[in-house]
């Protein structure tokens, strides 16, 4: 039985993201109160409808109807998980969350495991998934490139997760980011631990991320995060950098031009191209280091915003 410290049983909010999840919601919620009975839990329920058109929204109502503190929140469209993780962060009234999936994929008997390990301090709390499960080689593959490109101490970045609800709340998540919350979060000083956790068959409804071109926007998504951790606080450093390369290129190609021209060694595809390659290098070049000052200036104007934010929640 987990030890969960007194503070946490009713200090967190139980986040369900939800689409087309209909024949699951009866379900969702007796489970979700079993649980609470079992280990004496008093946290919200909260419940994202994300534009659903099978009667989700209307099916939660009735079941949150006679839960404790359970609500349901809609989204008029469907906007994405990540933007329904940010709707229930702000709807929630407690200062740790736990982002469970209406597919019942996962046990609620996990909850009690998770608020026992945020009780030992951590910020956040991730869930690795193991045994055999649907889709675990593009998972396993997709995870291992995540900790080859982020310094991560977890093995597993989509999966149940039990965290801060600051943390959420703080930091900016365009659509489909969810699936790198713990890297960003990560990246600005929060702690993350990693607990083992089971994955069951999805017991109705359909899965909705799935198929080849899910694996390439994950992919695509992941060079941009990377991308915006590295260079996102010091943009010359890429664009400056590559376009003060290719400016001395630029001039070393000229130069072998002028002496070439000068010794009168004229290369079999004459002078032409050269002059060409120089007038391109140096084109590019400035216009890189164009695009590496102008960006400076954005990542600056960030900062400040950033500070001014920070001070007006100190305030």
Avoid: C
Avoid at 4 to 27: G, T, W
Avoid at 180 to 203: K, M
Avoid at 296 to 304: D, G, M, N, S, V
């Amino acid at each position: 039985m987990p030890v969960i410290p007194p503070q946490l049983r009713s200090n967190f909010a139980v986040l369900v993201p939800a689409f087309d999840e209909v024949d699951n919601i009866p379900d969702l919620f007796r489970e979700l109160r079993a649980t609470f009975d079992r280990h004496g839990l008093a946290g919200e329920v909260i419940l994202v409808d994300d534009g659903s058109k099978d009667g989700t929204y209307e099916a939660a109502l009735r079941e949150a109807a006679s839960f404790p503190r359970a609500r349901v929140v809609r989204h008029r469209r469907n906007r994405g998980k990540t933007e329904a993780m940010v709707t229930g962060a702000w709807a929630a009234e407690t200062e740790y969350l736990v982002l469970f999936d209406a597919d019942l994929q996962h046990s609620p008997e996990e909850i009690p495991r998770f608020l026992e390990k945020l009780g030992e301090g951590w910020d956040i709390v991730t869930g690795r998934k193991v045994g055999n499960y649907e889709k675990r080689g593009v998972s396993s593959v997709y995870n291992r490139l995540s900790q080859s490109l982020f310094d991560v101490p977890v093995r597993d970045l989509n999966s149940m997760k039990a965290f801060r609800a600051e943390i959420l709340r703080e930091i900016p998540l365009r659509h489909d980011w969810h699936r790198f919350f713990v890297v960003l979060a990560h990246a600005q000083g929060y702690t993350v631990s990693e607990i083992d956790i089971e994955l069951f068959p999805r017991r109705a409804g359909v899965a909705k991320y799935s198929g080849r071109s899910r694996v390439l926007v994950g992919v695509g998504d992941l060079v941009v995060v990377w991308f915006y951790l590295k260079f996102s606080e010091k943009p010359m450093q890429f664009f400056g950098g590559g376009g003060l390369m290719l400016i001395v290129a630029g001039i070393l190609v000229g130069l072998l031009t002028v002496v070439l021209r000068i010794g009168h060694w004229m290369p079999p595809f004459g002078f032409r191209p050269l002059l060409t390659l120089v007038v391109l290098l140096e084109t590019v070049g400035f216009i890189l280091f164009g695009f590496g000052f102008m960006a400076e200036l954005i990542a600056t104007l960030r900062a400040e915003v950033d500070d001014l934010r920070q001070r007006g929640r100190g305030a």
